[in-house]
């Protein structure tokens, strides 16, 4: 029998803390498979949110390490874990007051593995404060959060922020809280935080509240992980972007599995009520669940016939309807991240001529030119409102999801208040709260049940339509964003071209739909009531 550190031993079963929120499926096919995942190309979506995450820690390291550049031990970012570790403990057992870039020895015992961005010395009580650093706000407008400035910890009660609930950050920052524990590098104040999007201040977690969901959730995820506890696919919000979902869509589709039609919760709702399959869903006859946690029962019921009949749309009603207008103007914008709004693209339509046009700027967001760009756009747009106004025609603006334009539109106005060209919030307020705003997703919604999802690359290829750009969509477009402005480079001018191609094509995608709503979509999909067993 080999000793407990004879290098013989098998590799022991780690776990960071992200496997506590991550499906637990998934989880165990990681630990028992993971030669399978070796080469398999990392989802762009979530490569792009590594790349993001990563400037984001960069950004905050340096601006911290510029502020105070003699108080700060650095744990050296390559070489080995091992020796990272052991740097990390010197430094804290050396008294070091404020740490960045801390990794924690591994615990073969317990199967723990982390690390932290930041560990802060606890002046008042001893041992250390962990902070994370992520790319996602962790605070919203409003009051009741405790948080820290930056630079000196120094909690206190926030009457300006709340607090956006974010579990993962809780979790991560109890793990790290247990495994200085073990060490007796944990501070008796059980307090941790994160610096997120924005940077402007330390949202400080009391770790207590947390702590016994954190062991909760470790116990049962490395005892999946170590295969003490059997697990089934199920299908959730996660599976999009996971590398195992071909495998696990598979199983599922043998079954007909129930989460096809309704995932997450719905789902384990639904085997509580014995419903295991889409056959039976699509059989139910009687009320809703007492249970059911979200979203139209009745509508998921007809998913589950329309899934087995092959229907992509299912009628709601004997019409079809959509608001119409003498003059017509597709809207869709174009965003990176949190940083800005840099094209506002438009398709104007009267009389059955449509001519595209993009209100764009090429300077890397947030930046004074994309208020230049803003302005240029809403000028245009209420010229067009006006003059249909005046000509006594009927005039509309149509979006698909409403609420990133809505969201722009109102920062933008915020943001460039007072420079020429620019609404007040008001005047931004009064058109979109006005009938001449149609967002098309909410008519398909109203119109349709939507077996496969409400997105627009869903239901415009329904209607006729497809992209020029096999591999158009949201999180592509971040990329080429990148490469257009010269983030990573140069500017690459055929990216902005694409990103160009791409905008016109989503406006045309929503004009397409929108005419096929008027017209053929009442022959070509099924009523609801033709799918009933």
């Not at 403990?89 to 073969?108: M, N, S, Y």
């Not at 073990?182 to 940077?199: E, N, Q, T």
């Not at 869509?249 to 709702?269: F, K």
Request: hydrophobic share 40%; with cysteine.
């Amino acid at each position: 029998m080999c000793s407990p550190n004879d290098p013989r031993d098998p590799a022991p079963v780690l776990l960071e803390p992200g496997a506590l929120t991550r499906c637990r499926h998934r989880v165990h096919l990681d630990a028992t498979f993971p030669e399978q995942l070796a080469g398999v190309p990392e989802n762009t979506g979530v490569t792009q949110r590594q790349e993001a995450a990563a400037a984001q820690r960069e950004s905050v390291r340096a601006r911290l390490m510029d502020a105070d550049p003699d108080g700060w031990v650095r744990i050296a970012p390559d070489g080995p874990l091992g020796q990272r570790a052991r740097d990390t403990l010197d430094a804290c057992r050396a008294g070091a007051t404020k740490i960045w870039g801390a990794v924690l020895p591994h615990e073969r015992d317990t199967g723990r593995r982390g690390r932290v961005e930041i560990l802060l010395r606890d002046a008042d009580r001893g041992g250390y404060l962990p902070v994370i650093v992520v790319n996602h706000k962790v605070t919203d407008p409003g009051s009741g959060a405790t948080t820290s400035g930056l630079l000196r910890w120094e909690p206190r009660l926030d009457e300006r922020r709340k607090v956006r609930a974010q579990l993962r950050d809780q979790i991560r920052l109890a793990h790290v809280y247990r495994m200085l524990e073990r060490h007796g590098l944990d501070s008796p104040s059980r307090l941790g935080g994160a610096i997120g999007y924005g940077a402007d201040c330390i949202l400080v977690h009391d770790l207590s509240t947390v702590l016994e969901e954190y062991d909760t959730r470790f116990a049962d995820r490395i005892a999946v992980a170590r295969g003490e506890l059997e697990t089934v696919p199920s299908q959730i919000g996660e599976c999009r972007a996971c590398p195992w979902w071909p495998r696990c869509r598979g199983e599922l589709e043998q079954t007909h599995d129930v989460s096809l039609v309704a995932s997450g919760t719905r789902a384990a709702v639904l085997r509580d009520h014995g419903v295991t399959t889409v056959d039976q869903l699509a059989a139910w006859d009687g009320d809703a669940p007492a249970d059911w946690p979200q979203g139209s029962f009745p509508d998921t019921v007809v998913t589950a016939q329309a899934w087995l009949a092959g229907a992509p749309l299912v009628r709601r009603h004997d019409t079809v309807t959509v608001a119409r207008a003498d003059v017509e103007v597709d809207v869709d914008m174009e965003s990176y991240q949190e940083h800005g709004a840099y094209l506002w693209g438009t398709l104007l339509n009267v009389a059955g001529t449509s001519v595209y046009r993009p209100f764009v700027t090429w300077d890397p967001v947030p930046t004074a030119d994309e208020g230049r760009s803003f302005a240029e756009f809403w000028t245009w747009l209420m010229a067009e409102r006006a003059a249909a106004a005046a000509a006594g025609k009927t005039f509309a603006a149509y979006c698909y999801s409403r609420s990133a334009e809505d969201k722009w539109l109102l920062a933008s106005a915020r943001r460039f208040a007072g420079a020429d060209g620019i609404p007040t919030v008001a005047e931004v307020r009064e058109f979109i709260d006005s009938p001449q705003w149609v967002d098309i997703y909410q008519a398909v919604g109203e119109n349709f049940v939507c077996p496969n999802g409400k997105g627009l690359k869903k239901i415009a290829p329904i209607a006729g339509f497809h992209w020029r750009d096999e591999e158009a969509g949201g999180e592509a477009s971040m990329s080429w964003y990148r490469e257009a402005v010269g983030y990573d480079g140069a500017p690459d001018e055929s990216q902005r071209q694409r990103l160009l191609e791409y905008n016109e094509d989503d406006v045309v995608a929503t004009k397409v739909l929108r005419e096929w709503m008027s017209g053929r979509a009442l022959d070509e999909v099924p009523h609801a009531r033709d799918l009933r067993p």
